[in-house]
């Protein structure tokens, strides 16, 4: 078992020193950003549970570690943001302080790595259980974070890549950051990522753009109600012209925004109810 | 018990609008902050978990509420930054999900107001124990932020308010914001926050600025060891004139910054041995 000073100073050490507008990272009170008057800055936390979000009999700690941040990276894939730093706290059993970190802190590294974000700070402390935290902060020119209350009547809905994928078998999700930010260049306003379910996630666009949605696509019920798909849920006017595909998945056309029975999501002109995975009243194991 | 979306939805009526340099709060994939050049932000995280750092036997839903802020606003008075916003991510059983959870909002949104930071998003899960996450901005002038590393050989030693305070007997700690900011103001350039007992976090404060501490003045067990204490541990040159107080609290005289004995605190010539919290290695409970 390791002392939290040693503990950290092991992080420090693999982490990477601060770069770039991350002008101080771990090692002080608070992390230091210096911001670019021309960019809006973005940020999204998420929790990653044991035995309500992973066992450690299915993924391995650099499975944790990649989930952990992945999940955080698609909220700001959906933004259509570049990532800039993340702050990981860790609540870990004692017998894990060693060893086990390492692995997690280094499948999480080889993520932020691939997108170039810093691992700017956080949080240590020991626990019963494997609980985890990662915030992310990224970057969009001024005024152009997509937002999930931008869809307009008339506009097309697409989906990135494939939905109603069996996350026990994807135990490294790829946040769909390249196709947030070419998405971004491309001109659509209206995003989210798909991380409860299609049906449940759509609902949600749909209340905060005040509009209605039309599915006209045929989906497996996997693709209606299934969560954890990572893949990003858009919508453009049918006159903005789209590639086949966004970053390295293709985009695929699911149907319409309408203005009519706002907030709520049609399949085939009948109301679908959404099943999605409410993170609160239901389990994922 | 109540749906994650009703719960969210009653968070997000509690937490009032976005306003100011945040242009958007809860509701979307991530919250949205449009930065100013002449400044640079601050970010920490701080856990805080049931029966490890509180158990509700002895703190109401209010009290965590209030805690779990103040941990991480005190990172933040310790680089002399003005709060901005703060994300929080709370797992809780599910039968709290309703009243016990707007009870623990109430108690950490009036600190936040008190501060003038918006409660800007976060995640919420169900879990098995009361877990949460707070993650707070701030902002500095540009290039002004306190640092660990500031400290210069020479400078007096000073502390603000009582150390070795019960913190039993303290469940709403509050965090010296305002001593930070008046202490940057006055050209102090060195500081952190005591949450791990003077001895220890002295001597962190040694080693990021490559420089001794020598302790002269006379302090008890509780005052030398003590954790919790949410009070700010800063160095100034003798030249700097500060005045009796900060904020609302005294300012301590308690030693001087050398350049022998490197990384090492001494009380009355004797090397002091760092007894502080470890939050890794020990318990608080």
């Given at each position: ?11 420090r050490k693999v982490s990477g020193a601060a770069s770039g507008s991350l002008i101080l990272g771990i090692g002080d009170?608070?992390a230091i950003l210096r911001p670019d ?45 570049e990532p800039v730093f993340c ?22 590294l080889?993520?932020a790595k691939k997108y170039k974000l810093t691992l700017a700070g ?15 902060c990224g970057r ?146």
């Open positions: 078992m390791m002392r939290e000073t040693q503990l950290i100073q092991k992080i009170d608070a008057a021309r960019e809006d800055l973005v940020f999204t936390s998420d929790l990653l549970l044991e035995d309500r979000h992973f066992t450690r009999e299915i993924y391995s700690p650099g499975d944790i570690g990649h989930k952990a941040l992945a999940r955080s990276l698609s909220d700001l894939a959906a933004m259509g943001a702050l990981v706290s860790l609540g870990v059993p004692a017998d894990l302080a060693g060893a086990w970190v390492t692995r997690f802190y280094r499948g999480l080889a993520l956080g949080d240590l402390a020991r626990f019963e259980k494997i609980i985890m935290d990662v915030t992310c969009v020119p001024r005024g152009k974070a997509l937002l999930r209350s931008a869809a307009k009547s008339g506009d097309s809905i697409y989906v990135t890549g494939k939905l109603g994928k069996d996350w026990r078998r994807n135990r490294r999700p790829e946040p769909r950051i390249a196709a947030g930010i070419q998405l971004r260049r491309l001109g659509v306003r209206a995003a989210m990522d798909l991380s409860d379910g299609l049906s449940l996630d759509l609902q949600r666009l749909c209340v905060e753009s005040q509009v209605g949605a039309e599915i006209t696509a045929n989906l497996s019920q996997e693709a209606l109600h299934g969560g954890e798909d990572y893949e990003l849920l858009f919508t453009a006017p049918p006159a903005l012209k789209l590639p086949a595909r966004a970053g390295d998945v293709p985009i695929v056309p699911i149907g319409k925004i309408t203005s009519r029975h706002k907030g709520r999501v049609l399949l085939h002109g009948q109301p679908l109810k959404p099943k999605g995975y409410d993170h609160f009243s239901t389990g994922v194991l």
